[in-house]
């Protein structure tokens, strides 16, 4: 059965650090694609980062480039978003997906996802 469980969210200052975590079960790490995407409130859900293929590629939304680090650990099975000098704006409900392709194409694009965790909150204080 494939789940993805996000945890890792918490409040945090401007210019803080949070680390995400996204627990993969059913599935080991590398063997999908898996994406982190947000949705903060009255907005709809937006792409952030993506780790490919037995995670030999990795991108990221240009407002989150520079700042966020997407990796995945083999041994733990966990896909993990590493967020630093954050801002009031990357306040939202952070999801984990599993892309249900191999291929990237398509990537940033949420009915190209098959299985969703069910968020965790990230909010940054001014």
């Known amino acids: 059965q494939v789940q993805l469980l996000e945890s890792g969210g918490g409040l945090v200052q401007t210019g803080g650090s949070l680390k995400l975590s996204c627990a993969l079960s059913?599935?080991?790490?590398?063997?999908?694609?898996v994406s982190w995407f947000r949705q903060a409130p009255g907005k709809e859900r937006e792409f952030v980062s993506f780790?490919?293929?037995?995670?030999?590629?990795?991108y990221y939304a240009d407002s989150v480039k520079g700042r966020f680090t997407i990796s995945g650990d083999s041994d733990t099975n966990t896909v993990y978003l590493q967020m630093n000098s954050l801002k009031p704006e990357d306040t939202a409900n952070y999801f984990c997906?599993?892309?249900?392709?191999?291929?990237?194409?398509?990537?940033?694009?949420?009915?190209?996802?098959?299985?969703w965790g069910q968020g965790t909150q990230v909010t940054v204080s001014s």
């Open positions: 059913g599935f080991p790490f590398g063997e999908y694609p």
């Open positions: 780790i490919g293929f037995r995670g030999t590629t990795t």
């Open positions: 997906a599993r892309k249900e392709s191999v291929l990237a194409t398509g990537s940033t694009r949420e009915y190209n996802y098959d299985y």
